[in-house]
């Protein structure tokens, strides 16, 4: 069989894709960014925790409802934005694999309420039930990656879609070389930005501890994941691989700019200045999702040309859109001023 004959056809779109792509790098930046305070503060909470070293595991624990509710509505626009562009790839690779991709409501649902009960209870629950309730909605986060990782690489490589048809029903994208370092990349990124989130909050809370110990977790994170990117891109196929060697201009283009900017954040980090480090992560996350564009946009080109897809120039509901997002941004920035600021109840 074709994998050609499974991509359906992609209806119109309202205004030009480029519209459609730029929101979408810059959503799912911000998804990102929030992603890996969220997984990446816990984690190392968790592991601070089996140190004997309590405090700061509850600390975060304040933070963590919140940062889960905003990484969720902010995987939203990134999902409305990929499924407009790239639908006719993702919906497929959303269905192939079945119930492995509905079981992240389950699995946000028992982290969310995890973290909550973990804030609530935090004095009346014992050490042990303390690290599991943590420790099991951190898994839960952990296995929601794994598994937008499987997606958003499967609906990349469409010969892999043929495994259904051998019989054994939803699947994971485990045949792609890519899928271990992607997904690795993403947790190792998230405990460089979970540090310089500890770090911040050590910073405005006066605890110089935090604010040592968080800039240890990013230097030492991103130095790590300077090697599993380099897994991840010799782990591309041979033509991506030198379409990044400087084959296809804006993809080597941004993929040096954010390794040029990874080294400023490591800079930043060894200074120990979580301010200028926070300013370089933004810039660093911001430019490998560009990378990750260019990777998509090379994957899915033979398969499909974007610029065959109709146009209708229906701009009322894009300027209309624009209105609310800006309306939603400067909310937002308002809710996070408040966030921080809120104390958080010491023992
Ligand atoms: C809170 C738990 C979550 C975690 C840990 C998480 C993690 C991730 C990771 C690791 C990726 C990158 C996948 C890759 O490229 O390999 C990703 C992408 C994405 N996430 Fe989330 N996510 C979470 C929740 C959500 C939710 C609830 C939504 C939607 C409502 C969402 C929407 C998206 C979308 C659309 C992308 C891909 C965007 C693109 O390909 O451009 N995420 N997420």
Redesign the pocket.
């Known amino acids: 069989m074709n994998p050609a004959t499974l991509i359906p056809v992609p209806d119109p779109l309202p205004i030009p894709y480029g519209w459609f792509d730029v929101l ?1 790098i810059v959503t ?1 930046t911000v ?2 960014i929030l ?1 890996n305070a ?2 990446g503060s816990a984690a190392i909470g968790l592991v601070r925790s089996f140190k004997g070293k309590s405090q700061l595991a509850k600390d975060i624990g304040q933070k963590l409802p919140p940062l ?1 509710a905003l ?2 509505n902010l ?2 626009a ?2 409305l934005f ?1 499924q407009v562009n790239y639908g006719h790839f993702d919906y497929v690779s959303s269905v192939l694999m079945g119930g492995w991709w509905l079981a ?1 409501i389950g699995a ?1 649902l028992f982290s969310y309420y995890g973290f909550y009960f973990y804030k609530f209870r935090f004095e009346s629950l014992s050490l042990s039930w303390r690290r599991l309730i943590f420790g099991s909605s951190l898994a839960g ?2 296995f ?2 794994f598994m ?2 499987n997606n ?2 499967l609906m990349l490589v469409p010969n892999n879609w043929l495994q259904y048809f051998s019989g054994q029903g939803g699947f994971l994208n485990l045949a792609d070389p890519t899928l271990i370092p ?2 690795l990349h ?1 947790m190792v990124g998230a405990v460089a930005v979970g540090g310089l989130w500890v770090a911040l909050l050590g910073q405005m809370r006066k605890e110089d501890e935090y604010v040592e110990s968080g800039m240890k977790w990013l230097t030492h994170a991103t130095i790590a994941n300077l090697a599993v990117g380099l897994w991840f891109l010799m782990a591309q196929p041979r033509e991506i691989l030198l379409a990044f060697m400087g084959g296809n201009v804006p993809a080597t283009a941004t993929l040096a700019a954010s390794l040029g900017a990874a080294g400023m954040l490591l800079f930043s980090g060894f200074r120990k200045n979580p301010r200028s480090a926070a300013v370089w992560a933004v810039i660093t996350v911001f430019l490998m999702a560009c990378a ?1 564009h260019w990777q ?1 946009v090379l994957m899915v080109s033979p398969w499909k040309e974007m610029d065959a897809i109709p146009v209708t120039h229906q701009y009322g509901s894009f300027y209309l859109f624009l209105g609310f997002l800006v309306g939603g941004l400067a909310l937002i920035a308002y809710m996070v001023k408040l966030y921080f600021k809120a104390r958080t109840g010491r023992a």
Do not use: N
């Open positions: 979408l799912f998804h990102i992603m969220l997984v889960l990484t969720i995987g939203v990134p999902l990929l992240i946000l986060l952990l929601t990656g937008l990782t958003i690489s992607r997904y993403f990750r998509r």
